[in-house]
């Protein structure tokens, strides 16, 4: 049975990076048919999609985050992991990595972190 | 805003059948077959109820049903049982770079 788990800070100053990282277990990162993502939800709102990566490195974001995110994997950790830089108090939510087949079906969901950007 | 439009709630009876709507445009629900619907408890992370507009994935009752005209995709729960109260979210396909796009959230309440 595949499973992911998010890990990283829980806490994050204003205006610093946020970084987190999603273990893959149970199965290989390094598959075509799939792209691993990460999605967060602020408290009390919806699911919003930040961005996917391949396991050869093919990056996709969310254009109203683009400029903040990077994705990268590390495939020999079997992990990615998730930078959004000059975070604010908005970025506060609980962040979940995904995994994603053909079509951004998300079968497989990490139980989620919350991390809260707080001085 | 979310990039999908649902309903903020719907209610039903035990027993009954409900439909929650999920709204794009043509260049997501409209344009492709890969509509997905999530749920999620309090607390909880998603869990995937259809996925591909009409499948069901292993272990999910199949009072769970899925659909999609034009631009919307709907997603009908008949039977309806106390333990199907929670949030449901759609999510879309919509382009090689945006690839999943999602609605706001749904929140079903079993009277």
């Known amino acids: 049975q595949l499973q992911l788990q998010e890990s990283g800070p829980g806490l994050v100053k204003p205006s610093e990076t946020l970084s987190l990282t999603c273990t893959v277990s149970g199965g290989s990162i390094s598959s075509s048919s799939h792209h691993w993502g990460w999605i967060r939800q602020p408290p009390g709102k919806g699911l919003e999609w930040l961005g996917s990566i391949y396991y050869s490195g093919s990056t996709y974001y969310n254009p109203s985050l683009k400029s903040r995110v990077t994705i990268s994997v590390d495939t020999s950790k079997n992990q990615f992991s998730l930078r959004l830089s000059s975070v604010t108090a908005a970025d506060t939510a609980v962040y979940y990595c995904?995994?994603?087949?053909?079509?951004?079906?998300?079968?497989?969901w990490g139980q989620g972190t919350l991390v809260t950007v707080s001085s | 805003q979310s990039a999908l439009t649902q309903p903020a709630s719907v209610s039903g009876s035990p027993g009954q059948s409900i439909t929650i709507s999920c709204t794009g445009t043509s260049s997501d629900i409209g344009g492709y077959n890969f509509v997905s619907w999530y749920q999620q408890h309090p607390g909880k992370a998603p869990k995937l109820m259809i996925y591909e507009v009409t499948n069901r994935p292993s272990g999910v009752p199949d009072r769970f049903s899925g659909s999609k005209s034009g631009n919307m995709a709907s997603l009908t729960i008949s039977g309806l049982q106390a333990e199907d109260e929670a949030v449901y979210f759609c999510s879309s396909f919509a382009s090689s770079t945006t690839v999943v796009v999602f609605g706001g959230g749904t929140k079903v309440t079993v009277l």
């Open positions: 995904a995994r994603f087949r053909t079509g951004s079906t998300g079968d497989y």
